[in-house]
Nanobody, 124 residues
Framework: EVQLVESGGGLVQAGNSLRLSCAAS????????IGWFRQAPGKEQEGVSC????????YYTDSVKGRFTISSDNAKSTVYLQMNTLKPEDTAVYYC?????????????????WGQGAQVTVSS
């Protein structure tokens, strides 16, 4: 069974940090680029960050550059999103996705597998 399981969400005050984890199973982790999307209430889904499997290049949407860092632990088939200096506008449900590649703006391309989402709420 293919699974992407997110964890690490929660409620934090602005300026603080959270680390999201995306644990993969049921497919060949090394074959896929993994990324994070988010969706805030009333807004469209947005690509946040992606790590390309072919060369481990990382990509970010402009609004999180310098604050968020994506990384991968291949031995654990897990991708992390370290989120620092969080802002209220980062509040959203964060989803990880496994796909073919990454866009320059941090989206996973041709996503094939999705996680169930993790809520991140940043209070002002």
């Amino acid at each position: 069974e293919v699974q992407l399981v997110e964890s690490g969400g929660g409620l934090v005050q602005a300026g603080n940090s959270l680390r999201l984890s995306c644990a993969a199973s049921g497919f060949t982790f090394d074959d896929y680029s993994i990324g994070w999307f988010r969706q805030a209430p009333g807004k469209e889904q947005e690509g946040v960050s992606c790590i390309k499997r072919s060369d481990n290049s990382t990509y970010y949407t402009d609004s999180v550059k310098g604050r968020f860092t994506i990384s991968s632990d291949n031995a654990k088939s897990t991708v992390y999103l370290q989120m620092n200096t969080l802002k209220p506008e980062d509040t959203a449900v964060y989803y990880c996705a496994a796909g073919y590649s990454c866009s320059d703006s941090g989206s996973t391309l041709e996503s094939r597998y999705w996680g169930q989402g993790a809520q991140v709420t940043v209070s002002s």
